[in-house]
């Protein structure tokens, strides 16, 4: 398959499974503790009562990791499913391998060998309670990868049902492109820690061939290389872990004062709540980011749901402005 109509492939798959505008939930929150320790019968109520939330907010895609919560929150979430017939059906799962945890004597290391991935997808598959997902994310570049077998993996797993399509997380642009020179599908779908308080994907664009370029190691052009090649940018983080919409801050620094207050005017100049104001900011990129939503609150999920409306009205000089008061200088 050629380089066009794999972006083109690519693109139609991306707007399939994340549409323009959408927003997604982050299901890293659910399943209790990060120990091995069982999870218990107040944590599927929390997954419960937080997918139910997500849906109100018209959220239908999913994210998991295989990691997350040592494998219980896709256990609860599998439970979730198994306790709701028809819940499938209605929405779309995503989830990542490529990262152990505790093994080998290792904290973590990161493991994309061929066995690693049917493994891991198969133990998910599991959790999950259902025969595919629509989504496998790559969790993190490992350098140990070898493309061919990644092809061969993904390749088995189309080939069995057990995977829709292919996505990467914490990769370059260059990253992906070495990938996708060895595979038979499209990546879909890339997932960047993106917000108003993580600004490198968006700094690099404007400080090439400028010296406070050097203070922001993300590699410039992925976003772009993403947006060529129609695969979704999904953005993680995208709440800035509540720094600007009430979360306790220790000491915080005068941008992050003034952004804080920045964020509440417009909300209250649209009559929606910050939360749907830091969201908006970044759906506004041409780009389309997908926010993913991590918290398990269920009225913050729903104060999430207007962030689209958000995105569609704010001007441009309003964009900025919240990009320059939480950077806390002028662009150059």
Request: glycine residues 10%; contains cysteine.
């Amino acid at each position: 398959m050629s380089s066009p109509e794999r972006a083109a492939q690519a693109s139609h798959q991306a707007q399939e499974l994340t549409p323009a505008q959408e927003l997604i939930y982050g299901c890293m929150g659910l399943g209790g503790s990060w120990s091995p320790e069982p999870y218990s019968s107040a944590d599927v109520d929390e997954a419960a009562a937080a997918v139910s939330a997500a849906l109100d907010a018209g959220i239908t895609l999913f994210d998991h990791a295989d990691i997350y919560r040592a494998g219980k929150s896709e256990a609860v979430f599998g439970e979730v499913l198994a306790a709701t017939p028809g819940l499938r059906g209605r929405i779309r799962l995503q989830t990542k391998c490529g990262i152990r945890l505790g093994e080998g004597g290792l904290n973590a290391y990161y493991d994309l060998s061929r066995d690693a991935i049917l493994e891991r997808v198969n133990g998910s598959l599991a959790r999950l309670r259902t025969d595919y997902v629509d989504v496998l994310m790559l969790h993190r570049p490992d350098p140990l990868m070898d493309p061919a077998e990644v092809a061969s993996a993904v390749g088995q797993l189309m080939a069995e049902g057990k995977v829709r399509a292919l996505g990467v997380s914490n990769m370059s642009g260059a990253q992906i492109e070495v990938l996708q020179d060895r595979l038979e599908t499209p990546v879909v779908a890339n997932q960047l820690e993106m917000s108003l308080l993580k600004r490198a994907w968006l700094e690099s664009t404007v400080l090439v061939n400028h010296a406070e370029g050097t203070d922001y190691s993300f590699p410039h052009g992925t976003v772009e290389h993403c947006v060529r090649h129609g695969i979704t940018l999904q953005a993680y983080g995208s709440l800035a872990r509540g720094l600007y919409t009430g979360a306790p801050a220790e000491a915080p620094s005068a941008a992050e004062e003034a952004t804080t207050s920045l964020v509440a005017q417009l909300a209250a100049g649209y009559n929606t709540t910050v939360e749907a104001v830091l969201l908006g900011w970044l759906m506004k990129h041409p780009a389309g980011i997908a926010p993913v939503i991590g918290t398990a609150n269920p009225d913050r999920i729903q104060a999430c749901a207007g962030a689209s409306a958000v995105a569609q009205a704010m001007t441009r000089t309003e964009w900025y402005r919240l990009w320059v008061t939480a950077r806390g200088s002028n662009i150059p």
